[in-house]
């Protein structure tokens, strides 16, 4: 067994095994992501596996799910085991370069997540509390709750959040929110087709937020800034969904984007109820906390100034 690298409520080992369910011969590629003692989400992994299992049935590009086990298990602790994808994560090809057709892939991945946001958002309604229409103040006050819980105090986030709270709204049409999608959690295989992974942090609520939170991460490998420029993301979506993206709602995730990054890395750094150090990778990221400050006070500083940019 090999143990990959990130992830942060599971552990994730690659191993290959003969699966007599499965009516292969041959040593079958595998994962199995185990749940750490103190994970940061709330979606247990029975949930996720129901949850992949539903929209793998539906067609949709994610691995296919195979077993799973609850807290009683010989390994210690809940885990479940799915299809290993022959492929790397996007940014690891958008940095290797090479032959690779950026804005193609990019494509690609806009299309992968048109087709999550087209899918009936009644597919998991009895997984995910709630019916997406109020996800704008039901999250918010979620990641809230953990920014209180961590003891970290900032104006900054404070005067971000009261923001949402007064700019919340109502979703008109709730579908699947995937609520990590970004490069580096959507595999590439040989045929450069997309396939989704991690999905702790679904629910049902507004597509737009699935925009703003990919439109968060701009490295050079990744789908905004690396593949696509801001706004030809945004025109690609209208342009596969026959939608138009409304600004004013994308600001609103923007900054809610923002605030839940920082309230993830906040959560990162507790202490385990063990009484274990919170992991190096955790104590990094959570020193990028007021870099993140900084950006939601330029998107707010900008909204005072009506100069809002996309």
């Not at 022959?86 to 090809?93: E, F, N, P, Y």
């Not at 839940?260 to 955790?282: D, M, N, W, Y």
Request: glycine share 6%; net charge negative; charged share 25%.
């Amino acid at each position: 067994m090999r143990r990959l690298t990130g992830g942060s409520s599971h552990e994730t080992w690659a191993f290959d095994a003969r699966v007599h369910d499965l009516d292969h011969h041959d040593p079958v590629p595998l994962i199995l992501r185990r749940e750490f003692d103190h994970a940061l989400f709330d979606m247990s992994l029975g949930t996720e596996f129901e949850l992949l299992s539903r929209l793998h049935k539906s067609g949709l590009p994610v691995p296919r799910p195979l077993f799973q086990a609850g807290r009683d298990t010989a390994l210690g602790s809940p885990f479940m085991i799915i299809e290993r994808i022959a492929g790397l994560d996007t940014r690891k090809v958008m940095a290797a370069g090479g032959e690779a057709d950026r804005r193609k892939i990019g494509k690609s991945l806009v299309a992968a997540l048109t087709r999550l946001h087209a899918q009936q958002a009644t597919l998991i309604a009895d997984l995910i509390p709630g019916d997406g229409r109020d996800a704008p103040a039901r999250e918010l006050a979620k990641w809230r709750m953990a920014i209180t819980d961590s003891g970290y105090r900032s104006a900054t986030l404070r005067i971000a959040i009261q923001w949402l709270k007064t700019n919340s709204f109502t979703v008109e049409r709730p579908v699947i929110v995937h609520g990590d999608y970004k490069a580096n959690n959507i595999l590439l295989k040989a045929d450069t087709e997309p396939v989704i992974i991690d999905w702790e942090l679904a629910h049902i609520g507004d597509p737009v937020e699935d925009l703003a939170w990919t439109m968060l991460w701009t490295s050079p490998d990744d789908l905004v800034e690396g593949m696509m420029e801001p706004d030809e993301f945004l025109a690609e979506y209208e342009q596969q969904t026959g939608t138009s993206v409304n600004r004013r709602r994308l600001l609103f995730w923007k900054i809610f984007s923002l605030v839940k990054l920082a309230a993830i890395f906040l959560k990162g750094l507790e202490k385990q109820p063990s009484g274990v150090a919170p992991r190096p990778t955790l104590l990094m990221l959570g020193q990028a906390v007021p870099c993140i400050e900084q950006a939601i006070a330029e998107l707010l500083l900008r909204e005072l100034e009506g100069s809002v940019a996309i």
